[in-house]
């Protein structure tokens, strides 16, 4: 005989509307089929079709993890607890889990006063042009013009036969101080280009889409999109004649980032990056932002205008077999599903033939020339219509879009989230919560055996204090040694079931990477008992999270502001800012603990000002990076002259290496300073290979 299987009026229900979903979908797909507007229209249907079916299990998988974090459980797991029948607990492990190493992962990137990026010149810098030339030329000029001013201030005479061969036997050092002329200059213009870039990223919303798509790693993969060119309104203050100031709204193009829900990114088969091969990016748009479009370069005003002319009937939306549900576990109202009036839009990016794209509009034959190749094209699809298509703007044929999993897996679009490192785990402990709550409600009190035929006719065996029970033993049973009452105390084992779901709760903090007592937790035991233990093991669950905060950086902060560094190159108003420069991204850098890392400044100032190895304004640049570490701004408390530095620091210069104009020989010349006598022939390094001075 079969088992019955129980559903509540909440599956049946969604069950319908999967149904009803699914109905809608098939005949909305086939009367697709059969009206499509042109080649690359069929061409971008069928893809999104093959699209879809790629990713059903991974949308499942998404929104099972999302429930977890939620504290639900999963529709069959919740038929099986209903056929079952008990404690409906929840132990929100998952959430704690996530939350907590959410905090974590922004605690490192977004610290106070500090980007989670630079932009430093590479060890040989490349610079454009006839700059090194240039720069080299104007440091030996430089030189030469220096010791002609220390000879005019000094009375010296320059023989320039010995000037020029003096400069011939100091050329490595010359060389060695144009090299670091050439490194000056492409850190002033790296930190010029930074200054750019941090203006740009704050304005176009990058800070703010990092913050956003970190819970999405933890679910399951973060993903960014930018730069991505858009018309925004922005404030102008004005002055007139008279200078009196005035604000006006105008439209600028403005670089922007966005965080896009893994949920609305659909990757086609086989593919591992946003690089290779074709994906779709499911956007949502109101009739208006789609007039829009009208007269925008690479848009097709046709196409749009009949787009406009279907919202009426409601039918372009790209139903999916998870709507509901999402809906359900996103906390939406699933009837406003269907009522909201949004169009949905298909976002492709992928390689089309040319033969294809030249028939959706021949303006494109100048850039996709040959009928066979395949060319990269960004393209939108509403409904049967192709709204724009273009070949990808980036000269390097990248597509704007940066992901990034919790753990990534080699050869795969999606990674893993937590909640699915955390699923045995957190199932473990939710059924050791049930059984515990179950069974303390059991042994609460004593389960009765009563014989109702021992009992008396106007007895209801109700229990109340102090009842008397009125019995009738016509048969004799009670003679029998039968009772017609018996209690029975079930076995409290709460003690033992907690225990089990502590040592699953430790389970849960070794596969995680994000162990309780760095989210708080007093109860650590063992060497985290002491501050230095405690430390230790701080510093060894540090380890986990770090592989996490380099893949961010790798693959999320280092490639988006990558993209917007080329982009700037690009353009001839940042033209003026390119040296050869690479992105640094400083996010596992700042694992270390600042603690520590102002400790060892201090006591490296304290050794440079004991030894007196350094020299008055290299202990004052030193000091600057101490305050730093601690969080202080140095130009509030140091003074401009680095004199009364030198006083404060206790750093006595010693004055045996200084010239001194007031110092002189028997001829009128400096009689001390290494540098003025290399030059002049009168000691130093160079100075025993030279002719006597005549």
């Keep these: 005989m079969g088992l019955i299987q129980m559903k509540s009026n909440k599956q049946m229900v969604e069950e319908e509307e999967r149904a009803i979903q699914d109905l809608v979908q098939f005949e909305a797909d086939e009367k697709k089929r059969l009206t499509l507007a042109d080649e690359l229209a069929g061409y971008l249907r069928r893809a999104w079709e093959d699209a879809k079916k790629e990713k059903r299990s991974v949308e499942q998988k998404i929104l099972d993890n999302m429930k977890a974090i939620n504290g639900e459980y999963t529709s069959s797991k919740m038929a099986e607890i209903n056929t079952f029948g008990g404690s409906k607990i929840y132990m929100m492990l998952t959430e704690t889990k996530c939350r907590n190493g959410e905090a974590w992962v922004k605690d490192i990137l977004f610290q106070p006063n500090n980007i989670p990026w630079d932009i430093e010149p590479t060890p040989m810098p490349d610079l454009p042009g006839n700059m090194e030339e240039e720069i080299t030329y104007d440091f030996m000029q430089s030189t030469v013009n220096g010791v002609l001013q220390m000879a005019a201030q000094t009375g010296a005479q320059i023989n320039p036969d010995m000037l020029g061969q003096r400069m011939r036997a100091a050329l490595p050092e010359i060389k060695a101080g144009a090299k670091k002329a050439i490194m000056d200059y492409a850190k002033e213009k790296a930190e010029e280009m930074k200054d750019q870039i941090n203006d740009q990223l704050t304005e176009g919303g990058w800070y703010d889409a990092i913050d956003e798509l970190i819970p999405d790693v933890m679910v399951k993969t973060g993903i960014l999109k930018g730069p991505i060119l858009r018309m925004e309104n922005q404030r102008r203050v004005n002055l007139d004649e008279e200078g009196v100031p005035s604000l006006s709204v105008e439209s600028v193009k403005m670089t922007q980032y966005e965080r896009r829900p893994p949920l609305d990114i659909y990757p086609g088969p086989g593919v591992i990056n946003f690089q290779k091969g074709y994906f779709f990016d499911k956007l949502a748009y109101t009739p208006s932002d789609i007039q829009g479009f009208l007269d925008l370069p690479g848009f097709n005003e046709k196409e749009i205008r009949a787009v406009l002319k279907e919202c009426r009937e409601g039918s372009l939306r790209e139903w999916t077999s998870i709507d509901t549900e999402r809906a359900d576990t996103e906390g939406k109202a699933s009837e406003m599903i269907r009522a909201w009036e949004e169009v949905d839009v298909l976002e492709f990016w992928g390689p089309v033939q040319g033969k294809t794209i030249q028939e959706w509009s021949p303006k494109l034959k100048k850039k996709a020339p040959d009928a066979d190749k395949f060319y990269d094209i960004n393209a939108y699809l509403i409904g049967n219509h192709v709204i724009k298509a273009i070949i990808n703007p980036d000269p390097m044929g990248k597509r704007p879009y940066s992901k990034v999993s919790f753990i990534e897996k080699s050869g795969a679009f999606w990674g893993v989230g937590l909640p699915e ?72 084992i709460a003690q033992q ?136 701004d140095p130009r509030d408390i140091m003074e401009d002259s680095p004199i009364p530095m030198g006083n404060m620091l206790g750093y006595t210069p010693n004055p045996g290496g200084i010239a001194r104009p007031g110092t002189l020989n028997a001829a009128g010349e400096p009689a001390q300073g290494t540098d003025f006598q290399t030059i002049t022939g009168r000691g130093g390094p160079a100075s025993a290979a030279a002719p006597p001075a005549q």
């Design 497 to 632: 079931l907690i225990s089990v779901f502590e040592f699953f709760m430790k389970q849960a903090d070794e596969s995680s990477g994000v162990p309780a007592y760095a989210h708080g937790d007093p109860q650590v035991g063992g060497a985290g008992n002491t501050a230095s233990g405690l430390s230790m093991l701080m510093t060894q669950a540090a380890r986990g999270i770090k592989l996490l905060i380099k893949n961010i950086d790798h693959k999320i902060i280092e490639d988006s502001i990558l993209r917007q560094y080329f982009w700037n190159m690009d353009h001839k108003k940042f033209s003026g800012l390119v040296g050869d420069q690479k992105i640094v991204a400083k996010g596992s850098v700042s694992l270390i603990a600042k603690e520590q890392q102002a400790q060892r400044m201090t006591d490296l100032l304290a050794t440079a000002t004991q030894t007196q190895v350094m020299t008055p304004p290299e202990t004052r640049k030193l000091l600057k990076k101490v305050f730093k570490t601690h969080e202080l």
């Design 421 to 492: 490192i955390l699923e045995d785990t957190q199932t473990a402990c939710n059924a050791c919560a049930r059984a515990l709550v179950n069974n303390v409600g059991m042994a609460s009190g004593p389960q009765v055996v009563i014989f109702e035929e021992m009992l008396a006719d106007f007895e209801k065996g109700d229990f109340v204090p102090w009842k008397r029970w009125w019995v009738s033993d016509d048969e004799g049973l009670m003679a029998q040694g039968k009772k017609p009452i018996e209690f029975y105390q079930p076995t409290l």
